[in-house]
């Protein structure tokens, strides 16, 4: 693992360099193997860069129609809530992109219930990757957010999704003031096979928990589940809070 900290004077400096780094790595991806396979973060911290990409020169420049695009975790709510990460996306980046459609896979949020909805979800990700062993797949490109509890996608601290080993996707709940707390999220053994891992991380209530994290001293167990994000490639942590 390759750890990257890019730290920027404001919030528009920083989902304008964090727009250039997703072309970057989006078109490295498809000029090496024709295509990109990417993961989405909702809640409010990647919404300003959603809608940068939509707008020139990104929307010409990526070659939207080869990227496939999944999510790193979800709301157990209709795609229509207010609350749905699906939603944020869509009306922010996706409706505006040439994506095709076939290459959208939401979680199923119509399922009877959480669990099922993330034992979907694990068999899309095993077809779509025509994959029938164990070993997860690997993500070209990952969006991260970091709560200021530690939490990210959602995997909350102290959650026994944060130790999950055998399944990619799993039910998962946070805290209860929370609107929407019931989740679906990917799993540590899918988000640490990523080749590239964005953590965008905005907001001085987070300041805080990002320089524990990032603290040079990092002995005994990790306390937050940001902290156990280990990708087999590039770990990126852009940020404008100064650390």
């Known amino acids: ?37 990417l993961a989405l973060s909702g809640g409010k911290t990647p919404r300003w860069l959603y809608g940068l990409l939509a707008r020139l020169p990104y929307l010409r420049s990526i ?18 809530h207010e609350a749905s990460n699906f939603r944020m996306a869509w ?21 009877a219930g959480a669990e099922a909805a993330a034992r979907a979800y694990e068999a899309t990700l095993r077809s779509v990757f025509a994959l029938r062993d164990p070993v997860p797949p690997s993500l070209d490109l990952l969006l991260l ?4 509890d530690g939490h990210t996608a959602s995997l909350f601290p102290g959650g026994p999704e944060c130790d999950e080993r055998m399944w990619w996707c799993v039910a998962s709940r946070a ?16 988000i640490n096979r990523a080749r590239n891992v ?19 001293d990092r002995s005994g167990a990790p306390q937050y589940p ?18």
């Open 1 to 37: 693992m390759s750890v990257r900290i890019r730290v920027y004077k404001d919030a528009e400096a920083l989902w304008r360099g964090a727009a250039r780094l997703f072309a970057e790595i989006s078109l490295q991806c498809i000029r090496e193997q024709g295509s990109c396979s």
């Open 226 to 243: 940001a902290q156990r994000v280990a990708p087999a490639g590039e770990l990126w942590w852009l940020t404008d809070i100064p650390v």
């Open 175 to 190: 805290p209860e003031e929370t609107p929407a707390s019931q989740r679906v999220t990917l799993t540590l053994p899918v």
């Open 91 to 111: 009306e922010t980046l996706l409706s505006k992109v040439p994506v095709l459609e076939s290459n959208l896979f939401p979680v199923p949020t119509d399922a």
């Open 63 to 80: 070659p939207w129609e080869r990227v496939r695009v999944f999510w790193g975790d979800e709301r157990f709510v209709p795609h229509s």
């Open 145 to 148: 957010g970091l709560g200021a």
């Open 198 to 216: 964005l953590f965008l991380v905005s907001g001085r209530e987070k300041e805080a928990v990002l320089r524990k994290i990032l603290s040079p």
